[in-house]
């Protein structure tokens, strides 16, 4: 949808925000880490939806829309989750519900991000796990199921729906918005990519290779001009992981022992249990990491590696340091990293 006035339409700056991991932190420390970031010179919130850590080391999952609703109250940035599945544990509707009570509460701040679900987080509704292609086609059903309850609940009417996997009856959403908010795609592959270009009012990735980055970014241009769109007025969005503690070594440990995920190069969205993971962790080692997360104490290789995504033409970015010293790495990039981006 292409009518949405929004704080995240691009406008040639750049903002770098705060991801929220919630498999990591109690939610009071994840709100008091995204207001601390704020006043460290991070604007926005990515927060990330969880029913289940990763790994039990992380050690905590709490649910997403309850902190938004905190974070709104503590900061003045954006605001969205990174990204929740909207076709297992919860209905498109209720999905939408949230997000237009996000909106409602935080006008032209918020921000839906949309993906297809993992395994880990989605399987405790019990049901049938299907392959990567149907989860798609869910996911690319229910954001036509949000947007046509967005479109029609904005005009004061009523609606329903009938797909393939989705049913609603006639309704409307009663507490909206002035405006919905934007509808985003997390998305790494170029079939998706078209699509969310097409669809979708911008794209949410993670850090890859600048190539298949590029590619995506082709993709999604491609699908934004086919719907009628200026891809150069929908947002590029990035979350990016990172190691940052005051010596290498502790920077090294931090990323295997807190964020073990990141070094495990196979796809991860079948498996179930955080106790599985950590079985699978113990076969990850420092090597495993190279071309996936910059892990040093050095601020300065950070910031080259975060300019290198902006300069490939992200709006915004969002970074996660995976250690617990979050207050020490705030500060220090809040100083040091952030103040020397430029578009």
């Known amino acids: 949808m292409t009518d949405r006035a929004h704080a995240l339409?691009?406008?040639?700056?750049l903002t770098v925000g705060y991801a929220a991991m919630l498999e990591q932190f109690h939610p009071r420390e994840a709100v008091d880490l995204t207001a601390f970031a704020e006043e460290h010179g991070f604007s926005g919130c990515m927060a990330a939806?969880?029913?289940?850590p990763w790994v039990p080391q992380q050690g905590h999952a709490s649910f997403v829309w309850n902190v938004l609703a905190a974070v709104g109250e503590r900061t003045r940035g954006d605001l969205g989750p990174g990204v929740t599945c909207p076709s297992?544990?919860?209905?498109?509707?209720?999905?939408?519900?949230?997000?237009?009570?996000?909106?409602?509460?935080?006008?032209?701040?918020?921000?839906?991000?949309?993906?297809?679900?993992?395994?880990?987080?989605?399987?405790v509704v019990p049901g049938y796990w299907p392959e990567a292609g149907e989860r798609s086609r869910r996911m690319w059903e229910a954001v036509e199921l949000i947007n046509q309850l967005f479109a029609a609940s904005l005009k004061g009417r009523d609606t329903k729906f009938a797909g393939e996997f989705f049913k609603m009856e006639t309704t409307r959403l009663w507490s909206m918005p002035e405006a919905a908010p934007p509808v985003l795609v997390a998305t790494a592959g170029p079939i998706n990519a078209r699509k969310t270009g097409k669809l979708a009012d911008g794209m949410i990735t993670v850090g890859a290779p600048l190539e298949k980055i590029e590619g995506l970014f082709g993709r999604f241009e491609e699908g934004a001009r086919e719907a009628g769109k200026d891809p150069s007025a929908m947002p590029r969005i990035l979350q990016l992981h990172l190691s940052w503690a005051e010596t290498d070594e502790q920077a090294l440990r931090n990323a295997m022992t807190e964020w073990p995920n990141g070094g495990m190069k196979f796809p991860k969205a079948d498996i179930r249990s955080p106790f599985e993971f950590e079985q699978m962790a113990k076969?990850?080692?420092?090597?495993d990491f190279e071309g996936r997360m910059v892990i040093s104490s050095d601020p300065d290789l950070h910031r080259a590696e975060i300019q290198r995504f902006v300069d490939l033409g992200f709006d915004r970015v969002y970074l996660h340091n995976v250690g617990r010293n979050q207050r020490e790495w705030i500060e220090v990039f809040g100083r040091d990293v952030l103040p020397k981006l430029t578009r």
């Open 9 to 13: 339409t691009p406008d040639g700056t």
């Open 49 to 52: 939806d969880h029913f289940q």
């Open 88 to 123: 297992f544990r919860f209905h498109p509707a209720i999905v939408a519900q949230a997000a237009a009570t996000l909106e409602a509460m935080n006008p032209g701040r918020s921000w839906l991000g949309l993906g297809t679900g993992e395994a880990l987080n989605e399987h």
């Open 283 to 287: 076969l990850v080692r420092a090597e």
